[in-house]
C-alpha cells in the first residue's frame, strides 16, 4: 500500500511497524500473514493481568525491494518492550522457514527484519528463549539460500537473544537512533552495578552500544541516517547480495587471540574455586581425560564413549574459571572468551572432520547462570561472539553432526541460546538444582519493578515463568528428563543411564525418526500450532495465486 504525504515526510523511527514495512517494501499492494484480524495472540499475558495484542506485536507481510520477493517482519517497540513470546517469536520463524523452503523449491525469496526488542519476554520465558532458538536457525538456513537484511532503527534498540539473531543476519543496517548489544546497560547496572555501567551516561551508552559505534566496529555494516530514501537504499544493497555469511562471526581463534592480547594476565587466585556440575559430568563421563579448547580454561573437551556406536561424541562444557582475564565471567558465564573458544572449538572439529570424512555426534554439557555482564563485554559485542557460538552449532548441525545437549545445573538465557539451544535433542537432569529460565527471579523483580514475592507467585502460577526443568519438559523445550541420577555426584551407573540415553537417539535419528519432542499433542502449545498453521496456510495461498496479492490481509499502514 503506497504512502501518503504525511507518512513519507517522517522519519523512520516514527512510523508504525507496519509502516516502516511500507516504507521500505516497494510493492504496491502488501500483504500481511497471520494479522490482528485472525486474533492469535499470547495465551499467557492475561493470566498475569497484562493486556494481550492480537498480533503479539509481530507484523509479517509479503512484498519485494527492487524487485526481489521479501518477506519482511516488522516488531512493535511499544507493546512489551518489542519482546519476543510464544506466538510472535513462532511467527517469525515459520515465515524465515517457508521463505527458506520456497528457495529449495526454486522461487528465492529474502528476508527483511525490523528489529526493535528487548529480547525475551520475561512473562514467557521459557518459550521465548525457544522462539529465539528457532529465529537464529531459521535465519542461518535462509542465510545459505538467500539475503537476511536486519534494521536496527527504533529507540527500544535491539537486546538480548535477538541481538544474535540480529548479528546472524546477512546485513545489517543501522541508524543514529539504533542500539545493539546483548545486555542493555540498564541491566548491566542492575546486575553488576553503576561502577560497570552508569546507565544514566548518555554519551557512554552511545560509544557502546550505538550503531554508529558498531559500524566503526566492524559489528554492523551500513549506518544511515533517519531518511527513508536513504534506508531504501541500504536494504536494497544488502538484499542484492543473495546468499552471504557475515564475516562477524567468523575468524573465531583469530579473535580470541585478539582478545587476550589486548587483556592485561588474570590477577587473581583459584583457591577454593567453583568446579560445576558442567565439569563434573564431562570429566566422568570422559573417564578424567578432557582438554582445554583454545587454552581456554573455561571451555573443556573430551571424547565420550557410547554403548553401542562405533563413534565416540565430542563433548563441551563451559566451566567456572576464577582466573578469568574478565572477572564478569569467573563464575562459569558465557562471556566473549567463552563464546570465541567455543566457535573456535567447533570450527576446528568440522575441520577435522571433515579431513576423516567421519560424522560424529557432538554433545553440549551446559551448567551455568547465564552470560556475562559487563563493560568490556559490551564494547567489544558479545553479542557477535555468542553468534559466532550459536552459527558455529548450526553449521554443524547442517553438517550432519548429531547435536545432543545435557542440562546438568542452570540452562540460563543467552548462555543457553548460545551453548545448548541449537541442538537436535536437549536432555536434562531431573533434579532441584537443575533448571532453565531467561532471568532469574531477583533479576526479574528488579528488572520489572515487582517485588520478589510477586515474581515467584506468577512463576508459580504461569508455566513459561517457571524456573523448574520439569516445567520446560511439559511445554515440550525440553525432550527427555533422565530421572533417578546424582546430579552432583553421578556413579557409574548414573553416567551409563546416561551414555545410554544419547546410544538410543542417536539409533534413532540413524533409523530417521523425529528426535525433537512433538508438540503436536501438547495442550501448553496450542499457540504455537494455531499461528504456524495460520502462517503456512496463507503462505500456501499466495504461492497458489502466483502473486503477492490475494492471500492473507491487504495491510493497513
Known amino acids: 500500500m503506497p504512502m501518503t504525504p504525511m507518512q513519507a515526510n517522517r522519519g523512520f523511527q516514527e512510523l508504525s511497524p507496519r509502516g516502516r514495512l511500507a516504507a521500505l517494501l516497494d510493492s504496491a499492494c502488501l500483504t500481511e500473514l497471520a494479522g490482528p484480524f485472525d486474533r492469535i495472540a499470547s495465551p499467557w499475558l492475561l493470566q498475569q493481568g497484562l493486556v494481550p495484542q492480537s498480533d503479539d506485536g509481530v507484523v ?281 573458544a567455543l566457535a573456535a572449538c567447533i570450527d576446528r572439529f568440522l575441520a577435522e572432520e571433515g579431513r576423516a570424512g567421519t560424522k560424529r555426534p557432538v554433545v553440549a554439557i551446559v551448567d551455568t547462570p547465564g552470560q556475562a555482564f559487563g563493560r568490556i563485554e559490551e564494547q567489544r559485542c558479545i553479542s557477535a561472539a555468542a553468534a559466532a557460538a550459536v552459527d558455529a552449532y548450526a553449521r554443524a548441525r547442517r553438517a550432519g553432526h548429531f547435536i545432543l545437549t545435557l542440562v546438568v545445573g542452570r540452562a540460563v538465557s543467552g548462555s543457553f541460546l548460545a551453548h545448548g539451544l541449537q541442538s537436535d535433542c536437549i536432555f536434562a537432569l531431573s533434579g532441584a538444582d537443575v533448571s532453565m529460565y531467561a532471568m532469574s527471579a531477583q533479576s526479574i523483580a528488579r528488572v520489572t519493578r515487582r517485588t520478589l514475592a510477586a515474581v515467584q507467585a506468577s512463576a508459580a502460577a504461569t508455566l513459561p515463568m517457571s524456573f523448574a526443568i520439569a516445567d520446560a519438559h511439559r511445554l515440550g523445550v525440553i525432550d527427555t528428563l533422565i530421572d533417578g541420577v546424582n546430579v552432583e555426584d553421578p556413579s557409574p551407573d548414573d553416567l551409563h543411564t546416561v551414555r545410554s540415553c544419547f546410544s538410543e537417539a542417536l539409533a534413532a535419528h540413524g533409523r530417521g525418526e523425529p528426535t525433537r519432542v512433538s508438540i503436536a499433542n501438547n495442550s501448553y502449545r496450542q499457540a504455537t500450532r494455531q499461528i504456524r498453521h495460520a502462517i503456512r496456510e496463507q503462505w500456501q495461498a499466495i504461492a497458489e495465486d502466483g502473486a503477492v496479492e490475494g492471500a492473507g490481509q491487504a495491510m493497513e499502514v
Open 60 to 340: 509479517v507481510a509479503r512484498g519485494a525491494v527492487g524487485g526481489h520477493e521479501v518477506v519482511g517482519i516488522a516488531l512493535e517497540g511499544a507493546f512489551e518492550g518489542g519482546s519476543i513470546g510464544e506466538v510472535g517469536g513462532a511467527k517469525i520463524a515459520a515465515a524465515l522457514e517457508l521463505a527458506a523452503e520456497s528457495c529449495r523449491g526454486g522461487h528465492p525469496i529474502a528476508a527483511l527484519l525490523l528489529l526493535e526488542t528487548g529480547g525475551v519476554r520475561l512473562q514467557e520465558a521459557t518459550l521465548g528463549l525457544a522462539a529465539i532458538a528457532a529465529i537464529q536457525s531459521a535465519i542461518v538456513e535462509l542465510r545459505e539460500l538467500a539475503a537476511v537484511v536486519a534494521v536496527v532503527a527504533g529507540p527500544v534498540g535491539c537486546f538480548g537473544g535477538m541481538s544474535l539473531a540480529a548479528e546472524l543476519c546477512t546485513w545489517i543496517v543501522g541508524t543514529p537512533h539504533g542500539r545493539l548489544g546483548m545486555n542493555g546497560p540498564e541491566v548491566i547496572e542492575q546486575e553488576a552495578g553503576a561502577d560497570e555501567i552508569d546507565a544514566g551516561d548518555r554519551e557512554l551508552i552511545w560509544q557502546l552500544v550505538g550503531c554508529e559505534a558498531r559500524h566503526r566496529d566492524g559489528w554492523i555494516d551500513a549506518f544511515v541516517v533517519d531518511d527513508l530514501a536513504m534506508l531504501q537504499a541500504a536494504v536494497s544493497a544488502g538484499i542484492a547480495k543473495g546468499p552471504l555469511a557475515p564475516a562477524r562471526t567468523t575468524g573465531a581463534a583469530e579473535r580470541l587471540q585478539r582478545l587476550r592480547n589486548d587483556l592485561e594476565p588474570a590477577q587473581g587466585s583459584d583457591e577454593g574455586r567453583a568446579i560445576g556440575n558442567a565439569r563434573i559430568w564431562l570429566e566422568r563421563l570422559a573417564g578424567g581425560k578432557v582438554e582445554q579448547a583454545f587454552a581456554t580454561a573455561s571451555v573443556l573437551t573430551a571424547n565420550i564413549v557410547l554403548p553401542g556406536s562405533p563413534q565416540s561424541a565430542f563433548a563441551i562444557a563451559i566451566v567456572p574459571d576464577a582466573m578469568s582475564r574478565l572477572p564478569r565471567a569467573a563464575g562459569g558465564e558465557f562471556g566473549l572468551e567463552q563464546a570465541w
